[in-house]
């Protein structure tokens, strides 16, 4: 079992950035893929980006490719999301997952059932 709490969101203008950070309890943290989603009001939840347990590789949508990194820090049982230039489009809830697995398709990471623990998500609102 692991708890996750994010934190780092906020109301900023366009052209921005942001750093989110999500929080694992558990001894066990390295063993989990980690991914960010965001959810807008009255969309589905969108995957972000994903990096593996050994941080061997890191996934991003494209959506946001050139714009947002994906981190993680083992020692501090963290991940993180780099988001810079912020658009109003990136307005969401952000929420972080664990998965208990490691999958050998990435396309697996993109999707939210792959994922089992949750966050309660951080509200990021960008405005124009």
């Known amino acids: 079992q692991v708890q996750l709490v994010e934190s780092g969101g906020g109301l900023m203008q366009a052209g921005g950035s942001l750093r989110l950070s999500c929080a694992a309890s558990g001894r066990t943290f390295t063993m989990y893929p980690m991914a960010w989603f965001r959810q807008a009001p009255g969309k589905e939840r969108e995957f972000v980006g994903a990096?593996?347990?050994?941080?061997?590789?890191?996934y991003i949508a494209d959506s946001v490719k050139e714009r947002f990194t994906i981190s993680r820090d083992n020692a501090a049982n963290t991940v993180y999301l780099q988001m810079n230039s912020l658009k109003p489009e990136d307005t969401a809830v952000y929420s972080c997952?664990?998965?208990?697995?490691?999958?050998?398709?990435?396309?697996?990471?993109?999707?939210?059932?792959?994922?089992?623990?949750w966050g309660q998500g951080t509200q990021v609102t960008v405005s124009s």
């Open positions: 997952a664990a998965s208990r697995f490691s999958y050998s398709s990435a396309s697996s990471y993109f999707r939210p059932n792959s994922y089992h623990f």
């Open positions: 990096v593996t347990t050994s941080v061997s590789s890191t």
